[in-house]
């Protein structure tokens, strides 16, 4: 909670609310803050299809019932961030049989840090992760008794996650592979239709809604994988296929090690992060190769799902993106709770040192939180630029600005959140905020589209000029002319 109220908010979340936004108070879904002329967001203001439609639908729904803001939103994935742990709680518990070991598991899930992120973010992965999560949990549940009735509700589950977020196909494989490591599964007739019968419905569920504007939704879907991956970075979604070797050790390095800040050691943030990351990895390999852990169904089943979630990731989504990891790391969380309890059995003279790792492991993740809440980025960054945007804008004025600044401003018409700065659009605005993620996109076009380069250096250093700076954030304003 207390990171949902005080860390910073982003495009993307905005991107995900306004569309849900206009569902629930206009009737369509359309994403009207984003410039989309000339641009690969073909019809995004009538229909948002480059986003899955369920996490849309489902915001839609809970602002129904309980308003908007971000903080509201941000809530809507702290609950699913509940569900999730409770999944992680019943799948501990179901392999291991330990109650002791499926609660260390929830709390070394529930204090990593990028779990926590997830939790206190308005995207739609955590939703993806609780529902992926369920899947899992709901099988193991329901498979010695009721085989057939596993099936079909993991994979209903399963297919709702995919819904959400592609990523939810990571979840579909691992309750692919998990009967054939618990021997449950048989071929028939019936469970084949029970495991496919939610794929075909998700389907057609999501093809009536693509019906609607088809060329709008390949324009779209298509543009997000391959356009918005080159604008963005250097990378490509689907490299690492071409590549296997490369596009794991770029997993490795970029989305574990640079993430939890082994590029930087030398501060107290990174060594933070980093001990996570450590603990989790060395009690994990306790329980992967000491023998009587190894030999367990908990551990055979969650290094199976593990690798499996690994790789294809490793080999699917080039873009190395960090919020993807709520995805990946409970399962070494969970294995890592089964590797610390089992030291704990067997070699009592080390408790005093487990509980200390364990502890402090917890205390330093808190921590970290507490001193973010306490800075309040959320109200020194966004906050900041946005009350100056109050007392400097007109009602006639017009603003290109991230789309986080509508959260503050309102996603109303003077908002455009147009990356190219008018070189598309033409689009004149009287001030112009760019954020990180802009300068970054604007640094990349120098490559790219030289022109559109030069053209937003001449707009940002002659026609307009810098008048505030809060945080990332730098507010530009029109010269007189």
């Known amino acids: 909670m207390m990171l949902a109220a005080s860390d910073v908010a982003w495009s993307n979340e905005a991107w995900a609310a306004i569309p849900a936004l206009n569902l629930a108070q206009h009737g369509y879904m359309g994403t009207t803050v984003l410039a989309s002329n ?39 994935s702290v609950l699913f961030g509940v569900v999730a742990l409770g999944a992680w709680f019943i799948i501990t518990l179901r392999l291991s049989g330990n109650r002791a070991t499926a609660l260390v598991s929830v709390l070394v899930i529930g204090f990593e ?44 589950l399963a297919a709702a996650a995919i819904l959400t977020h592609p990523c939810g196909v990571l979840f579909a494989a691992a309750l692919v592979a998990i009967p054939f490591r618990t021997g449950n599964w048989r071929w028939s007739v019936a469970n084949c239709a029970a495991l496919a019968v939610p794929y075909i419905v998700a389907l057609a569920s999501w093809g009536w809604y693509i019906a609607q504007a088809p060329s709008d939704f390949h324009a779209q879907f298509f543009g997000n994988v391959s356009g918005f991956a080159g604008e963005y970075l250097q990378r490509e979604r689907f490299s690492g296929v071409l590549a296997p070797w490369k596009a794991i050790w770029l997993e490795v390095k970029l989305r574990y090690l640079d993430s939890f800040g082994f590029g930087n050691l030398r501060t107290i943030p990174s060594l933070i992060a980093a001990l996570w990351l450590i603990f989790a990895t060395g009690a994990a390999t306790i329980a992967v190769s000491w023998r009587s852990l190894r030999q367990t169904n908990a551990v055979r089943v969650l290094s199976l799902c593990a690798l499996v979630v690994f790789l294809t990731m490793a080999l699917f989504e080039g873009m190395k993106f960090r919020h993807y990891l709520v995805h990946s790391l409970p399962f070494l969380g969970a294995l890592a709770a089964i590797g610390w309890m089992g030291v704990w059995e067997e070699r009592r003279s080390l408790r005093p040192l487990l509980f200390i790792a364990l502890a402090t492991v917890l205390a330093t993740q808190t921590a970290a939180v507490v001193e973010h809440f306490r800075r309040d980025p959320l109200k020194a960054e966004l906050g900041s630029a946005a009350n100056w945007l109050k007392t400097a804008l007109t009602p006639d004025d017009h603003l290109i600005a991230p789309a986080e600044f509508g959260y503050a401003l309102g996603f109303g ?19 112009i ?28 250093h002659e026609d307009y ?16 002319r």
Request: proline share 3%; charged share 15%; net charge positive.
């Open 113 to 156: 840090r990028n779990f926590l992120n997830a939790a206190a973010n308005g995207r739609m992965d955590m939703m993806t992760a609780a529902l992926g999560f369920s899947a899992i949990a709901s099988y193991l549940m329901l498979a010695q008794r009721e085989p057939g009735k596993a099936l079909l509700v993991s994979h209903s």
């Open 38 to 76: 000339g641009t690969w967001l073909v019809g995004i203001e009538r229909h948002t299809y480059w986003m899955m439609p369920l996490h849309l639908l489902t915001q839609a729904a809970w602002y129904k019932m309980i308003g908007f803001s971000l903080f509201r939103q941000r809530l809507l």
């Open 413 to 431: 018409s003077f908002l455009s959140d147009d990356v190219h700065l008018g070189f598309i659009t033409g689009l004149s605005p009287d001030f």
């Open 433 to 460: 905020v760019t954020g990180g993620w802009y300068r970054e996109w604007i640094q990349n076009s120098s490559r790219r589209e030289p022109a559109a380069y030069r053209y937003a250096q001449k707009l940002l």
């Open 465 to 480: 000029t810098l008048v505030k700076t809060a945080g990332e954030y730098m507010i530009y304003q029109r010269n007189a």
